[in-house]
């Protein structure tokens, strides 16, 4: 049994279970993950529709709990840790893009880039610095002060990279980045987190879409409970 951490592993789940008991059954979705990403990896989970992807994404995202297994966040027991202690690694150590984005609608586009410094409690010219130079990489200046009913879906996409980003996350979690998309926005939108590979961060991607594929490391398949590793 190896029960050194290797500190190259940014997730690193064993044996992991999650049920949920529901009125007519128990569904054991994930019946014992083993799932490693290191530093700086690109890594994708498909699977069929209701196989537990988002499941396991909201496991690692700290969103959820499990049943049984281990789960070490860079190096730290999960379940030593109290809710408190969870929300301050969720703000701290990760990026979320959600398929619908999650933009604040009242907000404007600078805003909800800025959010996680606000929370964070950072000075706001700090916050006005960093979210600038995010808002010109991905090509935003200019709608700094909209409002995301006024962006363009791609646009709006962009917003929550750069909200994601602006923490210098270890780990970035997308649930179906390209879901909403057509095929010419897809592959723009990839070639946006293939960038990413300049902010040293490490990106766990879910999705039906075998184009990511392209960006990505290892790539795993979750069926019936069981994630498998593709080659
Ligand atoms: N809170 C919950 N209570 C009970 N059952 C749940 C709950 N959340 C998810 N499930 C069930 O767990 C299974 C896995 O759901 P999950 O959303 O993780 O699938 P998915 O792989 O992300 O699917 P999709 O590709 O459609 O997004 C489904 O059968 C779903 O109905
Ligand atoms: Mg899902």
Known sequence: ME????????????????????????????????FTIKRGEFVSIMGPSGSGKSTLLNIIGLLDSFNEGEYFLSGIDIKSLSFKDKRRIRLFKLGFIFQTFNLIQTLTVQQNVELPLAL??????????????????????????????????????????????IMAPVLILLDEPTGNLDVKNSEKILDYLQ???????????????????????????????VLKQLY
């Open 195 to 225: 960038n990413l590979r300049q902010f040293n961060t490490s990106i766990l991607i879910v999705s039906h879409n075998p184009a990511v594929k392209r960006i990505t490391d290892k790539n795993y398949i979750l069926e019936e409970g």
């Open 3 to 34: 029960n050194e951490k290797n500190p190259e592993n940014i997730i690193e789940i064993k044996n992991l279970t999650k049920n949920f008991i529901t009125p007519s059954e128990t569904l054991n979705v994930l019946r014992g993950i083993d």
């Open 120 to 165: 964070a409690k950072i000075p706001q010219r700090d916050q006005n610095e960093k979210s600038k130079k995010l808002l010109e990489k991905f090509g935003l200046n200019k709608k700094a002060k909209n409002f995301p009913y006024q962006l363009s879906i791609g646009e709006q996409q962009r917003v929550a990279i750069s909200r994601a980003l």
